[in-house]
């Protein structure tokens, strides 16, 4: 049984900072791109930034270029996400997402391709 957990959120101002964790378990981790969602009150679930299984390659929402980085850990089955210089528009729930088959990385936008979802940790930025 796969388990994606989310941890790190919280309430910070505007230019802070913060560092996002997930544990991924019941899946042989360093198979798997890895994929940071978000969803705000009232949108659609957002692309955020993906990672290749090796970590070779790393894709990030238009949005977020230049301020998060991805990261990966495959002897620790961890992903982070890297938050700096939040704005109040990042406010959003994140969360983890691992795909339904390994060593694919086609559509890592779109949602619809991963099968595996964490909780959600909330991330609240204050102007």
């Known amino acids: 049984q796969v388990q994606l957990v989310e941890s790190g959120g919280g309430l910070v101002q505007a230019g802070d900072s913060l560092r996002l964790s997930c544990a991924a378990s019941?899946?042989?981790?360093?198979?798997?791109?890895m994929g940071w969602f978000r969803q705000a009150p009232g949108k659609d679930r957002e692309f955020v930034a993906a990672?290749?299984?090796?970590?070779?390659?790393?894709w990030y929402a238009d949005s977020v270029k230049g301020r998060f980085t991805i990261s990966r850990d495959n002897d620790k089955n961890m992903v982070y996400l890297q938050m700096n210089s939040l704005k109040p528009e990042d406010t959003a729930i994140y969360y983890c997402?691992?795909?339904?088959?390994?060593?694919?990385?086609?559509?890592?936008?779109?949602?619809?391709?991963?099968?595996?979802w964490g909780q959600g940790t909330q991330v609240t930025v204050s102007s």
């Open positions: 997402a691992a795909p339904g088959r390994p060593y694919s990385s086609d559509n890592y936008y779109s949602p619809l391709i991963y099968n595996y």
């Open positions: 019941g899946l042989t981790f360093r198979q798997y791109t």
């Open positions: 990672i290749t299984w090796g970590g070779s390659r790393r």
